[in-house]
Each structure stands twice: as C-alpha cells, then as structure tokens.
C-alpha cells in the first residue's frame, strides 16, 4: 500500500454536488471552472501523465470526438499533475508523431490543465493514494449547464477509458432533462425511452392505451422519442 501522510485528501464531490471552482492555466490560456462554461455541458477529466501510451490514445479518441461533443453543447477539459511545457510538448509530439487506430495529425484543441501541485485534483478526489499519491486516476465529471456534477466514472491507471460511452451517458442526461424520461440498461440515441409510472393500479387499468406507448406493465412503460 502505498501510503503518504504529507498528501492532503479531499473527498471527492458526489452526484448532485456543484462542481467545486478553481482557476488554473492551461494549454488553451487561464480559465475560471465551472463559471467559463455556464450554459453548456463539460466533460471535465483527468489522466495520470503526458506521454503515456493509454493517456495518448484517449486524448487523440476525446479530440476527433471533440465536434460530437460540440454539437451536443458540451466541451472538453482535460487535467494532470504535469506543467504546462511538458502538456504543450506531449500534444505536439501526438499532432507531429503518433498514428494509431487510423488517426493521425490529430490535434488537441480543448484545454489541458496544468496542476503540479495537485490542488484541483484534489479537489476532485482524483489522486487515490492506493492507486498512485503522485497521479490522478482516470476520472470523468460530467457537469450540467448549471455546475452541477451529474454523473462520475473513475478508472484506474491501467485501463482506457470508451470514449464512446462517454458520449452516450452525455446525450443520455440531456434526453432525461428535456423529456422527463429515463433510459433502460444499453440505451443509445434512437431506442425507446421509459416514461414515469402510473400513480396506481385502478389508473393504469382505466387508462386508454397510447398507440406511441409500449406497456408491459403499470410500472414500465416505454416509447419512442421524435426527437433526441
């Protein structure tokens, strides 16, 4: 176990939390978090180390993904304990140098926080003794237009993180907020969605069967979305 008493442990923020603020540099300029984003989505996260083999091949996945995310009225902010010259060196070495998976001359163009002294992965909970004192794990905040974290994923330093699940828990939050539904295990944008309960039994028996509703029982209900 690997065990360090001179490093300060925050717990990390939970599901419903606002996003704690900092200020920090980064590859993109200074920026002030959460409030620089107010009115769109953030996927906020966090990868153990430049020049890493796992954590380049999820910078070039998140920065040909980046328009998706756009579109989705959400950006990209990334975060390690390491400074700003070696991120700004890192990424030109990934534009300039790495073919991976069909992907080349990729550039990252979303911010990359620089965070030596480990303040803001700390507050985040992203540096996990038992994992690594010096390292953030891979953690994922997904932050609402309003700072409020609503999902999180952690991984641990060894396994990359599917990029396209990200993407999917995304557009899943938004389709929950905007139609009041929720989504079954596997949804993907396209699928039926479930619709709140009937408030009772006797409700659910006199009630006129929509032809756009699947019911499979008082309590689950599903169907299809004209629009994501």
Not at 36 to 62: K, L, N, Q
Not at 129 to 141: G, H, I, L, N, Q
Not at 195 to 213: L, V
Request: net charge negative; charged share 25%; aromatic share 10%.
């Amino acid at each position: 176990m690997n065990q360090n008493k001179d490093l300060k442990i925050v717990n990390m923020p939970r599901i419903g939390d606002k996003a704690p603020n900092f200020r920090a540099l980064t590859t993109q300029g200074d920026i002030h978090f959460p409030d620089d984003y107010r009115g769109r989505w953030v996927i906020f996260f966090s990868h153990p180390a430049d020049f890493t083999p796992v954590c380049t091949s999820e910078f070039m996945t998140f920065a040909k993904m980046e328009n998706q995310f756009n579109k989705v009225n959400c950006d990209l902010v990334g975060l390690s304990v390491d400074n700003l010259h070696s991120h700004i060196t890192w990424l030109k070495t990934i534009k300039e140098k790495i073919e991976f998976k069909g992907m080349k001359n990729i550039e990252v163009q979303f911010p990359l926080i620089e965070d030596t002294k480990m303040h803001v992965a700390n507050k985040y909970g992203m540096v996990q003794p038992d994992e690594d004192s010096t390292k953030a794990v891979r953690a994922v905040f997904f932050i609402d237009p309003h700072g409020i974290i609503r999902a999180i994923t952690y991984y641990p330093l060894s396994l990359g993180r599917n990029l396209d699940e990200i993407h999917r828990v995304l557009v899943a939050l938004q389709t929950a907020d905007k139609f009041s539904v929720a989504t079954p295990a596997d949804w993907k944008p396209g699928d039926e969605v479930i619709i709140p309960p009937i408030d009772s039994h006797n409700a659910a028996k006199n009630k006129i069967e929509k032809t756009d509703e699947t019911s499979y029982d008082w309590f689950f209900r599903t169907k299809k979305l004209e629009e994501i």
